[in-house]
């Protein structure tokens, strides 16, 4: 056997070895951001009951105001009909895979949002928390903060 017959049937198996991980980190990541996109075109759609299926039944939603619901209060009171949302959009999305079955997200959510009669536009950085049960991506948590551009951290002298 030659080197040149050698290498070229190692090159594969080695090119295998490392891109074979690689590949498996990744799905867990896109599958995430899929559930995102879901989410928010559920809650766009006020779909409720797609909604609850992209949702944990561990749910904490910290809202932007501090408050806590959980899994059925969330979906609940989006179904109640004083609340819409239309041209979400996300942006500045980074994703670190902590677990084979757990993806944290960060990013900025901006969209118009209705409470009441009344519209308006929104801009959120949020932190969410995306975990795979039982083969379905669910959301385990989110956070989220509206930016105001002023830091409560004191200006180094």
């Known amino acids: 056997m030659n080197g040149k017959s050698f290498l070229s049937r190692a090159l594969p198996v080695l090119a295998a070895l490392v891109v074979v991980p690689l590949l498996a980190a990744e799905p867990a990541v896109i599958s995430a951001l899929r559930a995102d996109k879901a989410r928010l ?3 766009m759609a006020g779909d409720g009951e797609a909604l ?3 949702m944990s039944d561990q749910l904490r939603f910290v809202h932007s105001d501090g408050r806590v619901e959980s899994k059925t209060d969330y979906v609940k009171n ?3 009909g004083d609340t819409a949302y ?8 980074e994703t670190t895979q902590v677990a084979n079955d757990v993806v944290v997200v960060i990013g ?3 969209m118009r949002k209705r409470l009441g009669t ?11 928390v995306w975990r795979n049960e039982s083969g379905t991506w669910r959301m385990v948590a989110w956070q989220s903060a ?3 551009g002023n ?7």
Request: net charge positive.
């Open 118 to 128: 009344e519209w308006s536009t929104i801009k959120l950085r949020y932190l969410a």
């Open 151 to 157: 830091s409560v951290v004191p200006a180094k002298k």
């Open 146 to 148: 509206r930016p105001s």
């Open 52 to 54: 609850g299926r992209l």
């Open 78 to 80: 989006l179904m109640a």
């Open 86 to 93: 239309a041209e979400a959009k996300t942006s500045e999305l």
């Open 108 to 110: 900025v959510q901006e």
């Open 41 to 43: 075109a559920a809650m």
